[in-house]
């Protein structure tokens, strides 16, 4: 009898899909991106964020912030490069998350740098261009946040969900800003330039994409 040949073994791709497809992917996303939080949270217990821990939080909050703005511009280009659709469902997360320690951020400027006196916030906000950059980038994730549900999806209607949530764009741009600015008093800019290198291709593929889709619309 003839011998059935072998089944070829699956793309690399399809084979990723059921794994990122599982109930419990979202869910180890979700623990894994508390573990930043749970690390400062920690070091702030046991004493070991170093001689200035009011300064690391604010710091590492700021950092995380924008790590997490990079890897939700990140999940539709690595989606498309890598084929794997499936991890499209892992893109509000990673926003929100970016949204959450970008709130973080906030409250621990606003605790353990200015007392939660808002006037001293207010004049701070006013008197230094780089708070005042960060706080409109938080600013800016407030509406992307607030519609980032289904519900709201639905009540906008697609294209003015999608118009809508563009503003992750400037989000990112002044967060950078924020970040370059912060820096230049130091004369520091290693970091800012590994994020704006990072930020420059997720978006300088999405203005191709632009501008090769009009060509063929043409
Ligand atoms: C989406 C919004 C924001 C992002 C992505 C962001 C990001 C960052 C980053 C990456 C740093 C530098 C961390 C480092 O040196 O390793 C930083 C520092 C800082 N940010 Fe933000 N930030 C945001 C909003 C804000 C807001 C709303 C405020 C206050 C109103 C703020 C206040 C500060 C302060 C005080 C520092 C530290 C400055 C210093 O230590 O000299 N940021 N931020």
């Given at each position: 009898m003839p011998s059935a040949a072998p089944a070829a073994a699956p793309p690399a791709a399809a084979r990723r899909r059921p794994l990122l497809l599982h109930p419990a992917a979202k869910v180890l996303l979700f623990v894994a991106a508390l573990l930043p939080l749970a690390w400062y949270v920690w070091g702030a217990v046991a004493n070991t964020l170093g001689a200035n821990p009011a300064e690391a939080l604010i710091r590492g909050m700021g950092d995380w912030t924008l790590r997490f703005l990079c890897l939700t511009l990140a999940v539709t280009p690595v989606r498309q490069w890598t084929n794997t659709p499936a991890l499209a469902r892992f893109r509000r997360m990673l926003g929100l998350f970016a949204f959450f320690y970008g709130c973080l951020h906030f409250l621990c400027y606003?605790?353990?740098?200015?007392?939660?006196?808002?006037?001293?916030?207010?004049?701070?906000?006013?008197?230094?261009?780089?708070?005042?950059?960060?706080?409109?980038?938080?600013?800016?994730?407030?509406?992307?946040?607030?519609?980032?549900?289904?519900?709201?999806?639905?009540?906008?209607?697609?294209?003015?969900?999608?118009?809508?949530?563009?503003?992750?764009?400037?989000?990112?741009?002044l967060a950078l800003l924020h970040f370059f600015w912060m820096r230049a008093g130091k004369n520091n800019f290693a970091e800012v330039g590994v994020y704006a290198a990072i930020v420059a291709v997720l978006l300088g593929w999405r203005v191709l994409n632009a501008v090769r889709a009009r060509r063929a619309r043409r």
């Open positions: 606003a605790w353990l740098d200015k007392d939660l006196l808002l006037a001293d916030i207010v004049t701070d906000i006013a008197k230094r261009p780089f708070i005042l950059v960060g706080t409109l980038s938080l600013l800016l994730m407030l509406p992307l946040a607030a519609t980032s549900f289904n519900r709201a999806i639905k009540a906008l209607g697609a294209p003015r969900w999608q118009r809508l949530h563009r503003l992750v764009y400037a989000t990112v741009l």
